[in-house]
């Protein structure tokens, strides 16, 4: 490489454990004489293009360790989408600086920004190495077994339906919980591990694998509420309709889009009014409950899974090995091995760019309102160490001295 200088940037949405990414790479590059500097870019690639940037190589070892441990993206982060004159200017921000290294911790959309830049370094001749550094909640990206961010929210979601249950079983009723996933459902089916005795909920799953139908979903409530006196539902913000059309999109009548051009499905509570209100209408079931998880399955700091936290330190840790010695751009993968060990690989950007993951069907149990044992096995082990347990009381009953005298 022609240059000392590295630059990292995070981008998309926080999660629990994207800054241990950044601090893998940050102390990792500690490790080779050949580089001088690390730089952070504020706020993403907009960071890049406002040259924005923050001297890591000044940051005590101490406080990097800190901001390991905590969620959110400490360098802050940025919905924008770059096209190929947006990744143009990136790349001569880098080449004004000097920059020889540059890592993106990102999803889908992050890996396809990576792609253009390195090929805009490639066209100019200019020695620029390009690496991908994954992170998603949704653990949508293609080629990984799982994505680091994903397990520590798939705990959360977890957790917060083992408690939602045990709410409905004191006080029955219907409960629906929202759960983010607009193309991929294992999020949403994560809500599955919170179950321990055989009439926990969530009894029904909705995932966006397969086509929602609102009936259908009314009878299969009134069908669990009918047989144990209550019905707890997980249901993905991407439910879709035959025509693929998000059930959300048809509730809102002002429609908030993102960067990306996609309806706004996070952030409000719309889906979940909208079921809760079909249910009670309908089904005349008085006591109906919804909830919206929106953005605190992102970096919820009481919920981290020890295995998540290792393996986004690890991957940044190897993506940076992966650009000092691997002699190719590209981006880094979890791959699973035995009972559960993970090794890493350096895919193809265009492998991963771009592309979207969805649930194996596999995973989806042939009612598509449950998972299936295989997705159990693959879940478990990301929760990680220490998940809470629940128990009921065993105490008998006591016979009845009123009822039926006289």
């Avoid at 409950?289 to 330190?313: H, N, P």
Wanted: a neutral charge.
């Amino acid at each position: 490489m022609a240059s000392g200088k590295i630059l990292v940037a995070q981008g998309g949405g926080p999660t629990a454990v994207i800054n241990q990414s950044l601090v893998g790479v940050t102390l990792e590059a500690r490790r080779f004489r050949e580089i001088e500097l690390v730089y952070g870019a504020r706020c993403g690639v907009r960071g890049i293009l406002d040259e924005d940037f923050l001297d890591l190589t000044q940051e005590t070892s101490q406080n990097l360790e800190l901001v390991a441990n905590t969620p959110s993206s400490a360098l802050g982060s940025t919905r924008d989408k770059p096209d190929v004159k947006y990744c143009q200017e990136i790349f001569k921000v880098l080449r004004a600086h000097q920059i020889g290294h540059f890592f993106y911790i990102g999803g889908n959309d992050s890996s396809d920004t990576v792609r253009i830049v390195s090929q805009e370094a490639q066209k100019a001749a200019y020695p620029l190495r390009c690496i991908h550094i994954p992170k998603t909640i949704d653990n949508d990206l293609v080629g990984s077994d799982h994505t680091p961010g994903f397990p520590s929210a798939a705990r959360f979601v977890a957790q917060a339906f083992a408690g939602a249950n045990l709410d409905n079983a004191s006080l029955p009723g219907v409960y629906v919980g929202v759960v983010m996933g607009r193309h991929a459902g294992f999020l949403t089916a994560a809500a599955a591990l919170g179950r321990k005795y055989p009439d926990d909920g969530p009894h029904l799953i909705y995932l966006p694998e397969r086509t929602f139908a609102l009936e259908q979903f009314l009878a299969d409530v009134k069908a669990v509420h009918d047989r144990i006196g209550r019905c707890v539902v997980a249901v993905s913000e991407g439910i879709h309709d035959a025509s693929g059309t998000p059930i959300a999109s048809l509730l809102v009548k002002d429609q908030e889009r993102d960067a990306h051009g996609n309806v706004q499905l996070s952030g409000n509570g719309a889906l979940a009014d909208l079921l809760c209100e079909e249910i009670k209408n309908k089904l005349q079931i008085k006591r109906v409950r919804g909830d919206t998880f929106g953005y605190l399955q992102r970096s919820f700091i009481g919920c981290v899974s020890d295995v998540d936290q290792r393996e986004a330190r690890e991957v940044g840790e190897k993506a940076l090995q992966f650009a000092m010695r691997g002699g190719r751009d590209g981006s880094v993968a979890i791959r699973r091995s035995g009972d559960y060990a993970v090794d890493y690989a350096l895919l193809q950007l265009q492998e991963v760019a771009g592309k979207t993951r969805v649930m194996e069907d596999a995973f989806i149990a042939a009612s598509g309102t449950d998972v299936t044992e295989a997705f159990r096995q693959y879940l478990r082990p990301l929760l990680g160490a220490g998940m809470p347990d629940v128990f009921r009381l065993r105490a008998e009953p006591v016979a009845k001295v009123l009822a039926g005298a006289g």
